[in-house]
């Protein structure tokens, strides 16, 4: 299908009372409990979840739980999400020096690094 220029390739636009993921996923995370029926391969599946807290407070727990047995993941995705990643320095041993360069000098370097 090909459209006329300007018309928009979704005129209706986005369904009303549609969540995004981010929303449901915030949601389910600060309730206190979750009852959800699924099925996986024609097996039926009931999901029955209920904290004293919040589902939030189960997922870090586990987490927790799972770094102090060894799960280096667990223990690293728990440490990044507090601390954020440790900053990644790249050495550098060439003899390029861009210090105080024009940008005119600058763009022909390049060009002669592409060529």
Do not use: C
């Amino acid at each position: 299908m090909t459209w006329k220029k300007g018309q928009s390739g979704n005129p209706a636009g986005r369904p009303k009372n549609v969540k995004y993921f981010s929303e449901v996923a915030k949601e389910l995370l600060e309730a206190r409990k979750i009852k959800i029926q699924y099925e996986i391969n024609g097996n039926k599946k009931n999901l029955d979840l209920k904290t004293s807290k919040t589902i939030s407070h189960g997922l870090v727990s586990a987490l927790i739980v799972e770094g102090l047995k060894g799960n280096v993941k667990a223990a690293q995705f728990l440490v990044e999400r507090i601390e954020g990643r440790p900053d990644q320095r790249l050495k550098h041993e060439g003899g390029l020096n861009l210090t105080g360069k024009t940008d005119e000098e600058l763009v022909n370097l390049i060009k002669q690094l592409d060529a």
